[in-house]
Every structure is written in C-alpha cells, then in structure tokens.
C-alpha cells in the first residue's frame, strides 16, 4: 500500500480513491487464506467468487457491481476463459495433448468429474483447474441462455488457440486474427451475454466488428506492453510485418531500447491498437444500463492509460510499464460515465500527439487519428 501511495502521492484524488478502496474493499473481499484452503470450506458458488478474486484481482471488483444474474454468467465465462488461456500457455503442457484439450475443452463445460492436476504456472491458476468441478457446477446453475453463449464461444476460442499453438504470428492479418480468437471473442461473447440478460441494447447482439474491436484494444495493449516477459518465455505475438521494418531479430529492441529504430517500433505497434479506439467510442456509446458501462468501460480507460506510458518508452524493451494502480481504484470507485470515459480519451489523445516529435511521420498518423477520434466524441 505504502508504495501505491508514494506513486499517486501527486494525484491527490487518487490517494483518496486509495484509501476509500481499501475501506470499500471490504465488500469485495479478497479471502487472505489460499484458494486451495478455500476449497474445502466453500461451496461451487462461493468458490468461484473467491477463484475470480484471486485471478483477476481489481476487475473482480468491477464483475461484482454487475446485477446478479448477469454477474453469475460473467464471472464464469471469465474463469472458463481464464482455464483455458492457463492450458494456452503452459509451456510445460506435452503439445499434441495441448492441442486435443484446447480443441475439446468446450465439452468439458457439462462434466462434472472433469479436472486437471499440474497445470498451469500460478498457483491460483493451477488450483482452480485441479477443482474445475466446481466451476462446471457454478456453470450448470446458469440458465440456458448464457450457457449456449459461453459454450459456443468457449469452442471457438479453443480451436482457434490450437491453430495459433502451431503456427506463429506473422503477418498483420494473423496478429489480428489471434487477437480476434482470444479476445475479440470474448467481446463478441459479452455482448451475447448482455443480450440474454434483456439489460442492454438488443442492438449489440449484432454488431460483432464492434464487439471485436473492445477485446482487440484490451489485447493488443497487453502484446505491445508484455513485450519483454513474452520474449523471455519465448513466445512472441509481435507480428514479423511490423517489427522486421526495424530490425533482424525481435531481441534487437532489448539490446537497443533507446535506438530510434526501436522507438518507431514500439509506436508502429500503438498506432496499430489506436485505430480500434473509435469503434470502442462507438460500441461503448450504445450500451444504455450504468453498471453494464462501467463494466465494459473501465478495461478500455485502463488500456488507453497503458498504451499513453509505453507509447515512445524504451523501458517496454527492458521490463514492465505499468499504470498507476491509484488510477484503477478511482476509476472504480467514482460511478464512471460516458462523458467522463470520453474525456480520458480526448486527455490521452493529446499525451500521444505530445509525445511524438512534430513533423515525425507517427505524429502526421496521430493528428488524423485524433481528429477522428475527436469528431466522434463531438457525435456522442
Ligand atoms: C475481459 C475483459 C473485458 C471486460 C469488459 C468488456 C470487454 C469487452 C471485450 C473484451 C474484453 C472485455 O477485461 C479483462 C480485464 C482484466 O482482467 N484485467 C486484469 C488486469 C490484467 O492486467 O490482467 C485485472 O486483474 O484487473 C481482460 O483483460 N480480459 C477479459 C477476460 C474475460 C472477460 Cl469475461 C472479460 C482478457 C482479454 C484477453 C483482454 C479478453
């Protein structure tokens, strides 16, 4: 706590966010015991509230402001989700097993003896797969609207994901095509889900490049800022069309943080994430009940601040950028609204164009996006 105060020491709002969250914080209690001592005294539901706390931290809060039913459905297409990116990524995992599972791990959503020991590389991640059980059964209470949406997108993710596990990200077609599967999926699931809660605007259900666009912002933002901990485990989503522009070796950056070539790189790759920003205008501009905005909103002023402190950063090449966590706490905690999403939009806009040196080609780029983004923020 004391060094989150320290970094927001100069945002007073946020220190007070801070402390208001630690007090709030109560209600969404985050159990101090291990999941794995959780197990034996919850039960399925309990469990799964507790799972959601621990492996997502902060946005659990945000999951649990939800209305009841439509909170239900959400934290279990999330630890569904968060169980199968788990398998995605342990590299551990034997490849042609991986492949199998993650093809077939949809089915897995109706059986309740279905678990899996040793795997995962957290604690919490590899707990919550070794109890899956628990999970199906949270799942099974759901009703068969919001269970035929996380099954059908849980297929599509899978199958996706086994394609990517065998051949790597490329081109810029690929890159957005992996994206799609792990998270524009995701916000084409959401919108379903919002749909069968008869909250949200009917009209969402079918603007599936909308939907997209609001998990390939999310996304691309955690490729551009997890550059330096993928590289090290060695996988890579930095599509080759971008960076090869630059350098020989994707290791060059790290070896060259500061070299300009590096720099143009990087900002390639952020330029590329702000062009999805005016589709999440839009899609965030329809969504009509406050809770369901806040829910969708928040994730997407977290990834323009994230995407704000590495644009032009070389420290992205060495080790991780991170948002002020003062910043999530006040997001949460003062009832955001579109007008206020929308300000921290135009704010940002203005950081990257500041950022950029004038008469730069990223700048000449920036100026376009941000009348465009400014003209549809004038629209709403
Ligand atoms: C998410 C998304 C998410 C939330 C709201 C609307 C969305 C619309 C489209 C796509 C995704 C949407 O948000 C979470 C945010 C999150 O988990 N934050 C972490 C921080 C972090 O760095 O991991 C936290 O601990 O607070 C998200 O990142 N993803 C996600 C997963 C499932 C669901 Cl249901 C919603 C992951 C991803 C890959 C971006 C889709």
């Given at each position: 706590m004391i060094p989150t105060l320290y970094k927001s020491a100069l945002h007073p709002r946020e220190v007070r966010a801070l402390f208001k969250l630690k007090l709030k914080g109560q209600q969404f209690i985050v159990p101090k015991e291990s999941l794995e001592e959780l197990v034996l005294k919850l039960d399925d539901k309990a469990f799964c509230c507790a799972a959601l706390t621990k492996v997502s931290r902060s946005f659990a809060a945000v999951i649990q402001q939800l209305p009841e039913d439509l909170k239900n459905a959400v934290c279990a297409f999330y630890l569904v989700l968060r169980a199968l990116d788990t398998i995605e990524d342990d590299m551990k995992f034997p490849q042609a097993e991986k492949l199998t599972l993650l093809r077939s791990?949809?089915?897995?959503?109706?059986?309740?003896n279905f678990t899996l020991q040793n795997v995962g590389d957290q604690e919490d991640y590899r707990v919550l797969l070794a109890h899956y059980d628990k999970v199906v059964r949270f799942f099974k209470s759901l009703n068969s609207g919001y269970r035929d949406v996380i099954v059908e997108i849980t297929k599509k993710m899978g199958n996706g994901m086994a394609d990517f596990a065998e051949n790597e990200v490329v081109s810029v077609d690929d890159y957005n095509l992996y994206c799609h599967y792990v998270a524009g999926l995701v916000g084409i699931g959401l919108s379903d889900l919002f749909f069968a809660s008869g909250l949200e605007n009917p009209e969402l259900k079918n603007q599936h490049d909308l939907s997209n666009s609001m998990g390939l912002f999310l996304q691309k933002t955690n490729i551009i800022r997890d550059y330096h901990e993928d590289l090290f485990s060695d996988r890579t989503f930095w599509p080759k069309e971008i960076w090869g522009k630059y350098a020989n070796e994707l290791v060059f950056f790290t070896e060259n943080p500061h070299a300009p070539k590096s720099l143009e790189c990087l900002n390639e790759m952020v330029m590329n994430a702000l062009h999805h920003l005016p589709d999440v205008i839009d899609y965030l501009s329809m969504l009509k009940n406050e809770s369901v905005f806040r829910f969708a909103a928040i994730p997407q002023v977290m990834a323009i601040a994230t995407l704000a402190a590495v644009f032009n950063n070389p420290k992205v090449f060495t080790g991780v950028v991170k948002v002020r966590k003062g910043l999530t706490a006040r997001l949460m905690l003062y009832d955001l609204s579109l007008e206020d999403t929308l300000r921290y939009f135009k704010k940002y806009a203005g950081v990257f164009l500041r950022k950029s040196p004038t008469g730069s080609d990223i700048h000449r780029q920036l100026l376009t996006w941000s009348k465009e983004v400014n003209r549809k923020i004038k629209e709403n």
């Open positions: 791990f949809y089915e897995k959503s109706y059986d309740e």
